[in-house]
């Protein structure tokens, strides 16, 4: 074990080495998630990635370059914070700390954050610094530490619309200060930070939205994100139920390509309730999902290479949204099984959704019974890790495909986790040895 703080410190000397090889050898990726949407500011992306891309157009070539080394940088910097406030807070050891480390600069760095030029490069080392203010924010009411949660918030939100799951833990959280029984004033001065950030931060995207696109709203796409689901569960009669026939003729020509295609055979498996029939489903819609996605594309002809045409983008997502409406009305009970079903998946499939259901259920029932106002750390970090969790699965499973990308942050709170569970074993194991010896 790394035990010498010299060897501690020549450890995370050896991780920088490691990033600065993998740059030095490595061109940056811009064929993940880099459309023109994200060059050209597209109507479909919150703001602050495109402009960051933006600020570096006067390094001509070398542009692309010198964003890939600011992301490790900022990699790199998010890690040092978790493993000085996890060593300090939990008191978790510095070698589980570095195999944190590690694991994710090989498993998320490596794959998606640093070399792809695309938003997790700012968000994710957001969320990690996000992650541990917010645990510091639960622990205990401090007026500066909330103001800090809300900027990050904001930042996160700007860069990522993911995060959007992050104001109904602000609700959670005032709520929290309130069985605290925290003053009435000092609530209250909590409640007008955060909703003055949630209120600042849509303002500011909207208001980049109508600036560049002239339409005050925000991104643009969920609409046609879900309705990859509500397509593939529309019954063949499904056009039938529109009296629009604009939104009638966009249905029918979806659902005469997918059947064309045989996208959505295992479908009608979802009505049975059994968890195998579900997987089989679900294994089909993740199968076809760009293939639906390209159909979807076509009929509203917002391809690729149409991301652009501001007007006909929100004028695409609208009728997306009033379809997904109808047909969610209509075959209401299949839709929230399988989106359910998409959430247990989001989480980690059934062993790893029990498993934090279980934690969800206990925590809250044990603060209540026992009337706990005050809980340790240690249950705060892990309740806040449950929280966050099940929220990234919610708004993946409602309005992403499911991508490993967008898993990232819920993958390094699992790490943390494994080493927070393993540090406390040992801890107990050595105070039994103690024990036994005296």
């Not at 938003?119 to 957001?126: K, N, Y």
């Not at 029939?277 to 639906?292: E, F, G, M, P, T």
């Not at 890790?385 to 390094?412: E, H, K």
Request: charged share 10%.
């Amino acid at each position: 074990m790394l035990k010498n703080g010299w060897l501690n410190e020549f450890a995370y000397l050896i991780l920088g080495v490691l990033i600065a090889g993998f740059l030095c050898t490595h061109s940056p990726n811009l064929e993940y998630d880099i459309d023109p949407s994200y060059l050209l500011f597209g109507p479909s992306r919150p703001p602050l990635y495109p402009i960051f891309i933006w600020l570096f157009r006067w390094a001509g070539p070398y542009q692309f370059f010198l964003i890939m080394w600011l992301q490790g940088v900022l990699l790199f910097s998010a890690l040092l914070y978790a493993r000085n406030w996890l060593r300090k807070n939990l008191q978790i050891s510095d070698f589980l700390i570095f195999m944190v480390c590690l694991l994710v600069v090989l498993t998320i760095g490596f794959h998606f954050q640093i070399w792809f030029i695309q938003s997790e490069g700012l968000s994710f080392p957001l969320f990690i610094v996000t992650f541990f203010v917010l645990i510091e924010c639960f622990e205990k009411f401090n007026l500066k530490k909330i103001f800090y949660l809300a900027v990050l918030v904001s930042l996160l939100v700007l860069t990522r619309l993911q995060f959007y799951y992050f104001y109904l833990v602000f609700v959670l959280l005032c709520g929290w200060y309130l069985w605290q029984r925290t003053s009435m004033q000092k609530a209250s001065l909590a409640v007008l930070i955060l909703v003055g950030s949630v209120c600042a931060t849509t303002v500011v995207d909207h208001g980049y939205h109508y600036l560049k696109h002239g339409n005050f709203s925000g991104g643009s796409y969920s609409g046609l994100m879900f309705l990859v689901q509500t397509l593939f569960l529309a019954d063949n009669n499904a056009a039938d139920y529109f009296e629009n026939p604009t939104e009638k003729s966009y249905v029918q020509a979806m659902i005469n390509q997918r059947n064309a295609q045989g996208l959505n055979q295992d479908a009608s498996l979802i009505t049975s309730l059994k968890p195998s029939y579900l997987q089989y489903a679900y294994q089909s819609y993740s199968k076809n999902y760009l293939v639906l996605q390209k159909i979807i594309d076509i009929t509203f002809n917002t391809s690729v290479e149409n991301t652009l045409e501001t007007a006909s983008i929100y004028k695409a997502n609208a009728a997306a949204m009033n379809i997904n409406k109808v047909l969610m009305l209509h075959e209401a009970k299949k839709n929230l099984i399988f989106l359910l079903w998409k959430f247990v998946q989001c989480m980690g499939n059934v062993p790893l959704f029990l498993f934090y259901l279980i934690i969800l259920l206990t925590i809250p029932f044990r603060i209540m019974t026992d009337k706990i106002l005050y809980p340790n750390l240690s249950l705060i970090f892990v309740a806040t890790i449950t929280i966050l969790t099940f929220g990234n699965a919610a708004i993946i499973a409602l309005c992403n495909p499911d991508i490993p990308v967008y898993f990232c942050y819920s993958q390094f709170m699992f790490y943390c986790l494994a080493a927070f569970l393993i540090n406390k074993t040992f801890i107990h194991h050595h105070a039994n040895m103690e024990f036994q010896c005296k």
